[in-house]
């Protein structure tokens, strides 16, 4: 009778783990982050002392999560960091990455049009919506093999 008992409560126990985790699952799905890109000249001294053409400078692009405790919250993990790039002042495009950290981008279209934000603001700025419109592109899928 007792066994039987546990056995119904183990049972019960079960399937309310179940659905918690459902529920859980459901909430990660339904948050999603929110950031905010920025693009500023690196200020890393070692990389910068590093460049001999002083027509090229660093930029640093960061993202930022803005909504990082209701990500945390429900379980999420978070995606934040920056990429350091070389940017040629005279040509105003993107050369290449310096090394490694947080890609948010890829293809050639995307940098096209940072380098543009770069010629109009060479103190750098806010590039989210840049950023978030290339994000899932055609042009940035195939820039990622997808």
């Not at 459902?22 to 948050?31: G, I, M, S, T, Y």
């Not at 920056?82 to 293809?107: A, C, D, P």
Request: with cysteine; aromatic share 8%; glycine share 10%.
């Amino acid at each position: 009778m007792i066994h039987d008992r546990i056995a119904e409560l183990e049972a019960e126990l079960a399937q309310l783990k179940r659905e918690d985790a459902e529920q859980k699952a459901q909430r990660r799905k339904q948050v999603r982050p929110v950031y905010k890109f920025t693009l500023k000249p690196a200020n890393d001294p070692y990389m910068v002392r590093s460049i001999m053409d002083e027509s090229c400078v660093l930029y640093t692009l960061s993202g930022k999560v803005l909504n990082a405790d209701e990500m945390k919250a429900v379980g999420n993990q978070l995606f934040e960091g920056g990429m350091t790039y070389l940017f040629n002042r005279i040509t105003g495009k993107f050369i290449m990455s310096t090394g490694g950290g947080s890609v948010y981008l890829r293809s050639a279209e995307a940098f096209g049009e940072l380098g543009e934000f770069i010629v109009r603001h060479p103190q750098g700025g806010i590039v989210t919506d840049i950023v978030t419109r290339w994000q899932g592109s055609a042009a940035e899928e195939r820039s990622r093999g997808w």
